[in-house]
C-alpha cells in the first residue's frame, strides 16, 4: 500500500516537472528528494508546518523561531518550532522531544501494534 503511494508521487511530481520544462526525476533521486517532507525544492515549509509555526508565534512570541532547546531523546540543540507543541491542557506548552524523534517514536509503537 505504502508503494503504492510512492509511486503515484513520484508520477505526480514528474508530470509537474516536465511541464516546467525539467528533466524527470528517477526512483533514486525522487527518494532522496522526498527524504526531507517538511520542505519542498525551494526550502519553504510545507504549508501545515507554517501553520504550526504560526500558532507557536501567536501562543509563545516570536521568540520561537530564534530560541534554542536542547531534545531530551536525541540531545541536540534545536530551534524551539522543531520541538511538537501540545494545546490540549490547561496551558500550551512545548514538548521536549523534538518532531523527528517524536515521529519515530510514533511510528515505532504503530509497528509494535500491528505485530501483536
Ligand atoms: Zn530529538
New binding site residues.
Given amino acids: 500500500m505504502e508503494k503504492d503511494l510512492k509511486l503515484i508521487g513520484i508520477e505526480n511530481h514528474n508530470s509537474r516537472r516536465r511541464k516546467k520544462g525539467l528533466e524527470p526525476l528517477t526512483k533514486k533521486e525522487f527518494r532522496k528528494y522526498t527524504r526531507n517532507v517538511s520542505k519542498d525544492a525551494t526550502g519553504r515549509n510545507a504549508p501545515h508546518v507554517d501553520k504550526a509555526i504560526e500558532r507557536m508565534k501567536e501562543t509563545f512570541g516570536k521568540d520561537v523561531t530564534r530560541k534554542k532547546k536542547e ?6 540543540n ?1 530551534k524551539l518550532t ?1 520541538f511538537v507543541c501540545r494545546y490540549d491542557g490547561k496551558e500550551p506548552v512545548i514538548n521536549n ?6 515521529s519515530k517514536r510514533t511510528s515505532e509503537w504503530a509497528k509494535s501494534r500491528k505485530s501483536r
Fill in positions: 531534545c531530551f531523546r536525541c540531545g541536540k534545536k522543531e522531544v523534538c518532531k523527528q524523534c517524536e
